[in-house]
């Protein structure tokens, strides 16, 4: 007991290391609501005008185009303006009457339907970087997601004729289904109501995401005082006195845990007052929210036990203190663009976003969102045994880790 409180005291010891850890989430989620928030909810801050070159002709690209220029639900978001040339339409963006051309090359439906590569390509003035990069990032989100549906439907066109459906009415099917499609797509701003929060990266992210997202991020960065203190015993006297040696290195190990454990555990207790505040604001930022404060607190020891623990690999498996220390940085950094903290994960390669799934950080904010804002008891169990499955790897991981440092002094 009084190793565990000697510990504790050491970890607790830099107070402004361990208030900046408490109170940076909060500042982080304050400094959206009152500088990011109304801009995202309003919108104003990204209205621009936006000129389209259409030379591939198809009707599902014409709908939607035409669905881009009479929406009610974008109007407030983008001014579209078909163009007949792409000459006509870079002389617009060069006299900045527009801040983006868009051209649709001519066989572009046609490809998409044989699942051919399609490219789009996008003229912008420098002065109007951050909206050329919204737009590549929509029309990006966009034609995956048009590419799957379309995928579906030929599907369905396929089987219809397979079973002795006449080959007109197969193709009349997969027109309308393709319009109504396009039509639900560019319309779900609409369903979702106009005061919804519009992301900056192109996407339509609830508040509830930034918020998981940040105290997920701060807890993983609390992972680097434990790997630094780890790392220091490890390569200090402690381990040459033995404590750590045979059965002491058990004791070490827990007391370490435990400590490292309550860091991040602390990190997180500021989502409470957070999730009370967001709640009550209920009606404002769109509807009331299915919280379980059991599965919370469930998600938050799990996630804070598995940070603890991957803190202690780190440390011990890493020979030095710096390495370690570094190693532990990149880590975190790598796994909050992965795991779509910093980057939205549909804005993400294929490649990124299949491994960030997969990663402590991004499995953290899920769970928390989910026990939060929208719990579903299935969802949320199979994010918690992620959790614990990770816990189960690192925990004696990090054990044969100090205990092989342990010999080795």
């Known amino acids: 007991m009084r190793f565990m409180l000697y510990d504790l005291k050491r970890m607790f010891s830099g107070k402004a290391l361990v208030i900046m850890l408490l109170i940076s989430p909060l500042a982080v989620i304050m400094m959206f609501s009152v500088i990011f928030a109304p801009m995202l909810y309003t919108a104003k801050g990204l209205h621009f005008k936006l000129a389209v070159c259409d030379e591939d002709g198809s009707a599902p690209v014409r709908e939607f185009i035409n669905q881009l220029v009479n929406s009610q639900a974008l109007a407030e978001l983008v001014a579209v303006y078909p163009v007949p040339t792409?000459?006509?339409?870079?002389?617009?963006?060069?006299?900045?009457?527009?801040?983006?051309?868009?051209?649709?090359?001519?066989?572009?439906?046609?490809?998409?339907?044989?699942?051919?590569?399609?490219?789009?390509?996008?003229?912008?003035?420098?002065?109007?970087?951050?909206?050329?990069?919204?737009i590549t990032m929509t029309l990006e989100s966009s034609l995956y997601a048009v590419g799957k549906a379309q995928n579906l439907m030929e599907s369905?066109?396929?089987?219809?004729?397979?079973?002795?459906?006449?080959?007109?009415?197969?193709?009349?099917?997969?027109?309308?289904?393709?319009?109504?499609a396009i039509?639900?797509?560019?319309?779900?701003?609409?369903?979702?109501?106009?005061?919804?929060?519009?992301?900056?990266?192109?996407?339509?992210?609830?508040?509830?995401?930034?918020?998981?997202?940040?105290?997920?991020?701060?807890?993983?960065?609390?992972?680097?005082?434990?790997?630094?203190?780890?790392?220091?015993?490890?390569?200090?006297?402690?381990?040459?006195?033995?404590?750590?040696?045979?059965?002491?290195?058990l004791r070490f190990y827990?007391?370490?845990?435990?400590?490292?454990?309550?860091?991040?555990?602390?990190?997180?207790?500021?989502?409470?007052?957070?999730?009370?505040?967001?709640?009550?604001?209920?009606?404002?930022?769109?509807?009331?929210?299915?919280?379980?404060?059991?599965?919370?607190?469930?998600?938050?020891?799990?996630?804070?036990?598995?940070?603890?623990?991957?803190?202690?690999?780190?440390?011990?498996?890493?020979?030095?203190?710096?390495?370690?220390?570094?190693?532990?940085?990149?880590?975190?950094?790598?796994?909050?663009?992965?795991?779509?903290?910093?980057?939205?994960?549909?804005?993400?390669p294929l490649w990124a976003e299949t491994i960030g799934k997969w990663l402590p950080l991004r499995i953290s904010m899920r769970a928390l969102s989910l026990s939060l804002f929208n719990y579903n008891r299935g969802l949320f169990m199979r994010e918690a045994l992620r959790l614990a499955a990770f816990c189960v790897v690192l925990l004696p991981a990090g054990f044969l880790g100090l205990h092989g440092r342990g010999r080795g002094a």
């Open 86 to 134: 792409t000459d006509l339409g870079r002389q617009l963006v060069e006299s900045n009457d527009v801040s983006i051309l868009v051209h649709i090359p001519e066989g572009l439906f046609e490809d998409m339907r044989a699942g051919k590569p399609v490219e789009i390509t996008i003229f912008s003035k420098s002065a109007h970087a951050l909206e050329a990069e919204l």
């Open 156 to 180: 369905a066109k396929d089987f219809l004729v397979k079973k002795d459906i006449a080959s007109e009415a197969a193709e009349e099917f997969l027109s309308e289904a393709t319009k109504k």
């Open 183 to 249: 039509s639900e797509y560019m319309e779900r701003r609409e369903i979702l109501g106009k005061s919804g929060t519009v992301s900056p990266m192109g996407e339509y992210m609830p508040v509830e995401y930034y918020l998981s997202a940040v105290f997920s991020l701060f807890a993983a960065l609390a992972m680097l005082p434990v790997i630094h203190y780890t790392a220091a015993d490890c390569s200090g006297a402690i381990l040459r006195r033995g404590l750590v040696c045979g059965q002491g290195s």
């Open 254 to 348: 827990i007391v370490r845990l435990v400590s490292g454990m309550l860091l991040v555990f602390l990190v997180q207790v500021m989502l409470f007052p957070s999730s009370l505040l967001l709640g009550a604001a209920g009606s404002l930022l769109g509807g009331s929210y299915s919280t379980r404060p059991a599965a919370t607190i469930a998600v938050m020891l799990l996630s804070s036990l598995c940070f603890s623990s991957l803190a202690i690999v780190i440390s011990t498996w890493i020979p030095a203190e710096r390495p370690a220390l570094w190693t532990g940085f990149f880590l975190v950094l790598f796994m909050a663009v992965a795991g779509g903290a910093l980057i939205p994960a549909g804005a993400l």
